[in-house]
């Protein structure tokens, strides 16, 4: 075998070990939250410290951020950038997309009690799935977009899936907030593990979206309508979420949330099949395997 296809045998038997670990360290996060439940005899809601709050969103955060930053693997985007993009994800796009929803267009939780409501509907995808999805494109199309860094498509996917971690850590925090910090850990914690996944995914599927359209030869406006399709599908994806997980998770007077979380879990792998192969289909067009202009590659 030739040193080259042993180097890159050895990079992608590296790639996959990466991934099998971060898959194991997901689980054992939930594991270790549901042991304690069960060796502290923690059979109701407990009261979580801020501190814990952090690190029940915190955690899964930077594991998904380490498994999509290490698909970037022909061209790896600086760390520093990456993470910069994360904290706009966090501290802006979330309070923002919160701001929006309920301060400005002053949308709160659905008062039908039909599950598949037209308020439900309209709420879900029109209003926090839009809002949402562009709060996170913003984070990326404002800031490292305009930068020298951003040489490829691929970097769509890795931005935007940083953007939407940030976003999804703020969510969380904000959601266990919201709950006076009162959860079932063990819920809470795979929760946190789906959710994070589930946000990354869709700002994934506009990512892939914003990678094509910038290096693109087409005219501005199909461009644009390139990235009105993509952020149109993140959106529809983001209510289809938002919506059937409530709806899935209540029947009647009866609350299950680990239904909610099962249903939640399928449809973010689901969308995370779909991403990975959107991820494939760049890496084999990257400029940097083939030595082609970006412009030649994007537009085949």
Known sequence: MSAPAENRLSRIRTVVATEVLLVLGLLAFVGLAYSIELIGGLSSSVRLSPLTAILLSGVPAFLWMAYFYGQDRLEPEPKHYVFGVFLIGAFISGPLAGFVIEDVMHVGEP???????????????????????????????????????????MDGVIYMTAAGIGFATYENIDYFRDLDRQVLLATAAASAVVTTLAHACFAGVLGYALGRAKFSSAGPVRRALVLLVGLLVAAALNGQFQMLGGAVKSVGMNVNPWRGVAYAAGFAALVFFVVSVLMRRLLEMSPFREGETVEEVVDE
């Open 111 to 153: 008062t039908s009690l039909d599950r598949f409501g037209a308020d439900r509907i309209v709420r879900a995808f029109l209003v926090v799935g839009v809002t949402q999805e562009f709060c996170k494109f913003i984070a990326v199309r404002y800031t490292i977009y305009l930068s020298q860094e951003f040489d490829e498509p």
